[in-house]
């Protein structure tokens, strides 16, 4: 078999890079180890600039969040944020994930599911992808799209040595439509709950059209090292009865179909090699602070598609032609990722204070929310942020100040 570019990997940065490329009129192949549809442990709530750039996802949208309440650790502080524009967009991974796939094959390029890729050749004049079934696949592109334990990028030396850095425990959860609205109105409040039960993360609540998808993630990378581990999914049972307490859940809502994921939160050094770009979580594309990856997934991929076409056109597939690929992203969004990066470590820190700063000021609030959430680019807001820091400090200086 033969194809211009190959993509391992069918979720949503490879499905975006093969439609790009397959409307392009390229011959493309998409290789992923399971069968489609698959579903895959996510919170699903996606940040509202996903369909800004990709109009098209909006028939994959399951519902939508018109607001957000988050509790402080200790639940003493409580920030409610409800407007008349949508707050998140919630979609089943199982659908939306198959609906991008199905795109990219009306668009031409050729799936196949239950193939594991175990190894990626690079030669002068073409790639070569071997199939754990024996079976060879030669190419002039390799794209890796297979996640945070890729192949791809194992195989092609481009990985570092991968930590878990993000741990999530999922459950999705059916509810009929009346018990939705009775929990979380016909807003479709969101629930976020920081460092829940005391973990280095938060715990969420997404209602849906038809069930309720409940998660807690600890981001290993904040976690002391003196404090004593406790199972997650103790954590999460606890959790789970702190929203039965907070009559954000029936009482006899089960703990069952528990999935479990782990995420990285940094990107890689270098995302492209000879012949060979890397896309989505196996880049290391998310965001630090909330671990959202499917903006950043489907961005790559939008990327990835036009730096090969060049490189295709130019008929240069080398990492000097294929590192304009890094310089865009970078420019794109890579530069927010690092910045979000330095406040990773913020998870295992003291955090009553910022929540307190939130129920006080809804200009910072709505801030703090657009940049940590990727709505809004932390880059361009910084100074806004950290002048709005300064004045919230300052006004709880004089307000507390005796008479």
């Given at each position: 078999?033969?194809?211009?570019?190959?993509?391992?990997?069918?979720?949503?940065?490879?499905?975006?890079?093969?439609?790009?490329?397959?409307?392009?009129?390229?011959?493309?192949?998409?290789?992923?180890?399971?069968?489609?549809?698959?579903?895959?442990?996510?919170?699903?709530?996606?940040?509202?600039?996903?369909?800004?750039?990709?109009?098209?996802?909006?028939?994959?949208?399951?519902?939508?969040?018109?607001?957000?309440?988050?509790?402080?650790?200790?639940?003493?502080?409580?920030?409610?944020?409800?407007?008349?524009?949508?707050?998140?967009?919630?979609?089943?991974?199982?659908?939306?994930?198959?609906?991008?796939?199905?795109?990219a094959?009306?668009?031409?390029?050729?799936?196949?599911?239950?193939?594991?890729?175990?190894?990626?050749?690079?030669?002068?004049?073409?790639?070569?992808?071997?199939?754990?079934?024996?079976?060879?696949?030669?190419?002039?592109?390799?794209?890796?799209?297979?996640?945070?334990?890729s192949?791809?990028?194992?195989?092609?030396?481009?990985?570092?040595?991968?930590?878990?850095?993000?741990?999530?425990?999922?459950?999705?959860?059916?509810?009929?439509?009346?018990?939705?609205?009775?929990?979380?109105?016909?807003?479709?409040?969101?629930?976020?709950?920081?460092?829940?039960?005391?973990?280095?993360?938060?715990?969420?609540?997404?209602?849906?059209?038809?069930?309720?998808?409940?998660?807690?993630g600890?981001?290993?990378?904040?976690?002391?090292?003196?404090?004593?581990?406790?199972?997650?999914?103790?954590?999460?049972?606890?959790?789970?009865?702190?929203?039965?307490?907070?009559?954000?859940?029936?009482?006899?809502?089960?703990?069952?179909?528990?999935?479990?994921?782990?995420?990285?939160?940094?990107?890689?050094?270098?995302?492209?090699?000879?012949?060979?770009?890397?896309?989505g979580?196996?880049a290391?594309?998310?965001?630090?602070?909330?671990?959202?990856?499917?903006?950043?997934?489907?961005?790559?991929?939008?990327?990835?598609?036009?730096?090969?076409?060049?490189?295709?056109?130019?008929?240069?597939?080398?990492?000097?032609?294929?590192?304009?690929?890094?310089?865009?992203?970078?420019?794109?969004?890579?530069?927010?990722?690092?910045?979000?990066g330095?406040?990773?470590?913020?998870?295992?820190?003291?955090?009553?204070?910022?929540?307190?700063?939130?129920?006080?000021?809804?200009?910072?609030?709505?801030?703090?929310?657009g940049?940590?959430?990727?709505?809004?680019?932390?880059?361009?807001?910084?100074?806004?942020?950290?002048?709005?820091y300064?004045?919230?400090?300052?006004?709880?200086?004089?307000?507390?100040?005796?008479?």
């Amino acid at each position: 078999m033969s194809y211009d570019v190959v993509v391992v990997g069918a979720g949503p940065a490879g499905s975006t890079v093969a439609k790009n490329l397959a409307e392009k009129g390229m011959r493309v192949l998409i290789l992923d180890k399971a069968t489609f549809p698959r579903d895959k442990p996510c919170g699903g709530g996606l940040p509202t600039r996903v369909m800004k750039r990709f109009p098209y996802i909006e028939p994959f949208i399951d519902s939508v969040s018109y607001g957000t309440t988050m509790y402080s650790s200790s639940l003493r502080y409580k920030f409610d944020l409800i407007r008349d524009k949508p707050f998140l967009l919630m979609v089943l991974r199982k659908d939306f994930d198959d609906n991008l796939l199905i795109l990219a094959r009306h668009a031409g390029a050729v799936f196949q599911g239950g193939k594991s890729v175990v190894d990626v050749l690079v030669q002068k004049d073409k790639a070569i992808v071997l199939l754990e079934d024996g079976q060879s696949v030669e190419t002039q592109m390799v794209i890796g799209c297979d996640g945070m334990h890729s192949v791809v990028a194992e195989k092609t030396k481009l990985c570092k040595k991968l930590e878990v850095l993000c741990v999530c425990l999922v459950q999705e959860q059916p509810l009929k439509p009346t018990q939705l609205t009775t929990f979380f109105t016909k807003k479709k409040l969101a629930y976020l709950f920081i460092k829940a039960q005391g973990i280095a993360g938060y715990g969420w609540v997404f209602p849906k059209k038809n069930c309720v998808n409940i998660g807690i993630g600890e981001f290993q990378s904040a976690v002391s090292k003196t404090r004593p581990k406790k199972p997650l999914k103790e954590t999460y049972e606890a959790f789970i009865a702190l929203l039965k307490e907070k009559k954000l859940l029936p009482g006899d809502f089960p703990v069952e179909n528990l999935r479990g994921a782990t995420l990285p939160i940094f990107p890689l050094e270098n995302t492209y090699g000879d012949r060979v770009l890397l896309c989505g979580d196996a880049a290391g594309f998310i965001n630090p602070i909330t671990g959202e990856g499917i903006y950043y997934a489907m961005a790559s991929g939008h990327i990835a598609a036009h730096v090969i076409a060049d490189a295709f056109r130019s008929k240069d597939f080398s990492h000097r032609f294929l590192s304009r690929y890094q310089d865009v992203w970078i420019s794109d969004f890579g530069k927010d990722l690092k910045s979000l990066g330095r406040f990773n470590n913020q998870w295992g820190m003291e955090s009553e204070k910022i929540l307190r700063m939130m129920t006080r000021d809804i200009k910072f609030a709505r801030l703090i929310i657009g940049v940590s959430g990727g709505q809004i680019s932390f880059t361009k807001y910084k100074n806004a942020l950290i002048l709005r820091y300064i004045y919230g400090v300052l006004m709880n200086l004089f307000s507390n100040k005796p008479k």
